[in-house]
């Protein structure tokens, strides 16, 4: 199973996120679930690591691990809520309609 942990703060935008571990939805390579946490993750990633306001430091300590944390100055605050938002959304319908495969938790910080 994907496991997927997010942080939001006090204003509710994205402090925080972990994925691990595989989905066994399908074989390694052709699994569509693990396919879709890496693609959300991966591109908020991308997304948020050059954005004005925005500083994040992503972790890849192993394989099927990735880990990112994010802060911000008041100028990047609704960029990252956003993110933080859509990230949210994809997600959670991952493990709504692939609940033996993805699940979600939301912690506030």
Same mark, same amino acid.
């Given at each position: 199973m994907v496991e997927v942990e997010i942080a939001v703060d006090d204003a509710g935008v994205l402090r925080f996120f972990r994925a691990? $571990?595989? %989905?066994?939805?399908?074989? !390694?390579?052709n699994d569509i679930v693990c396919a879709a946490v890496s693609v959300l993750v991966r591109t %908020? @990633?991308?997304v948020l690591?050059? /954005?004005? $306001? @925005?500083?994040v430091d992503c972790r890849a300590p192993?394989?099927? *691990?990735?880990?990112? &944390?994010?802060?911000? /100055? #008041? &100028? $990047?605050? &609704? *960029? =990252?809520?956003?993110? $933080?938002e859509f990230l949210v959304e994809?997600?959670?319908? =991952?493990?709504? #309609? *692939?609940? &033996? !495969?993805?699940? =979600?938790?939301? /912690? /506030?910080i």
């Open positions: 691990s $571990g595989h %989905a066994g939805q399908g074989r !390694n390579g %908020a @990633v991308r690591s050059g /954005r004005a $306001g @925005v500083t192993e394989p099927g *691990f990735l880990e990112m &944390e994010a802060d911000y /100055r #008041e &100028e $990047g605050r &609704e *960029f =990252l809520s956003a993110s $933080g994809g997600l959670s319908s =991952l493990a709504e #309609e *692939f609940p &033996e !495969n993805c699940s =979600l938790s939301i /912690r /506030r």
